[in-house]
């Protein structure tokens, strides 16, 4: 009698054969729905708060702004440092801003100002922790199981996008944000537990860098490859007009369809459905990464926007989400994986530091600008300007290296 494969040794779900990883992905499963709802319940507070797009946008700009400082070095940490240590310090820091919004929030002493402050230091966490997790997947999965487990990563992540804003969204509607803020604080030291469970001698360990090897050496490794440079530009432009979800559907909710917090989270989950089916896709495939394929995604996000942003009703504005998240998606996921699997394991860190700061940094320049044209003109247009620059700019980094770099060789160090 034949005997069905297990879930860890399907090609979708390969990753998870790995016992490491099966602790890391579950934790995150349950800390990105907390992490989604926070988001939601965060831009509901400030509208609550304050009524305007453009103090939203400044918010979400200000939670993206210590990535341009900190995921860099965070990324020389992570070459040269226990990263389940680090991992924990990070998520402890997360943990504690969610509790203290939450608690400010439920105890009516809530100021715009204690908003904008949490989500400083809230970025400041995220702009640490994520280069060290990144580069923490290739010791959980080996080489071999990489792309995979890169995939996954970002279907958990979406997964959490599916149910965590229609479950703010109810939660805000019932009881307010505060008790949003407080699930998610929740979340945090199940993650700790993850971590701290992990078997240390299964893991695949590499070389890591000397104390000499600094962070231009980094530089000067992506200085050389003109794919690189290439992807990190594509990033920077859909992390700052294309992808500014949060400022745009929030006040097309509210602003433009005259709805409450439930609409605006389930325009989270329709998103999600996208994105969700996006990653799950890029986990199948066999394939390396084209950079084509990256830039052509990006242009398609572009023109999914613009065509949303004419849509003149609730659920045909609902019906589009799904294609934005899809092709969302498949900009960040091949992207990501193109970065992390061209680059040598003593660099990952600081490579993917680098990565992360230039691709998060894009939210600092973007959602403000976003964000007061949609103030002052409507969330559509928001949303078709946000479209319309990425795939421009997607179209002219295509033209610029099609000749140079797609189907190049990696070059060494």
Known sequence: ????????NTRTFRSLRHRNFQLFFGANLIANIGTWMQRIAQDWLVLELTGSGTILGIVTALQFLPALFLSLPSGKLA???????????????????????????????????HVIVIAILSGAATAIDAPIRQAFVSELVGKEDLSNAIGLNSANFNAGRF???????????????????????????????????????????FERASKTDGVRLALKYVRKRADLVAVMTLVFMVGAFGINFQVVTALMARVEFGLGASAFGLFGTMIAVGTVTGAITMARSKQAPKLDFTIKSAIALGIVEVIASLMPTYWT?????????????MVLTTANAFVQSSVPDQLRGRVMGLYLMIFLGGSPLGSPIIGKISQDFGARYGLAVGGAVCAFAALVILLIVKKRILNATETSL
């Open 163 to 205: 149910v965590g804003p229609g479950l703010a969204g109810l939660i805000i509607a019932a009881f307010g944000t505060g008790p949003a803020f407080l699930i998610n604080a929740a979340t945090y030291p199940v993650v700790i537990a993850a971590i701290v469970l992990m078997k240390t001698h299964t893991l695949h360990k």
């Open 79 to 113: 070459d040269r440092i226990d990263k389940r240590k680090l991992l924990v310090a990070t998520n402890a820091l997360a943990g504690s801003t969610a509790l203290a919004l939450g608690v400010l929030v439920v105890t009516d002493l809530i100021q715009v100002w």
């Open 1 to 8: 009698m034949v005997q069905p494969k297990s879930v860890g």
């Open 317 to 329: 504005f609902a019906a589009m989400l799904p294609l934005m998240g899809f092709a969302t998606m």
